[in-house]
């Protein structure tokens, strides 16, 4: 799955436009490298997302084409 399309299904970013937007102002990483909407992500990749106010991150659990508003968050787990 796209990382883009991860980040919307997921519900950390609201939409598929902002999650592109926030990948080409190099704000997304995987394992530690800027990426590109179109990047691919797999279980097991470690996201960080750089907000003005700080970062999120965390690790991708399972990986799901559509989930329920009460499932999206069983598809990551935050790292500290």
Known sequence: ????KFL???????RRT???EACSEEKVMINGKAVKPST????????????A???LKFRIVNIKETV???EAS???EVVL
């Open 40 to 51: 691919a992500v797999k279980i097991g990749d470690v996201v960080e997302i750089l907000y």
């Open 74 to 76: 069983s598809l990551y």
């Open 68 to 70: 329920k508003k009460e």
């Open 1 to 4: 799955m796209r990382i883009d």
């Open 8 to 14: 919307k299904v997921s519900r950390i970013l609201k």
């Open 53 to 55: 106010s700080g970062n």
């Open 18 to 20: 902002v999650a592109q």
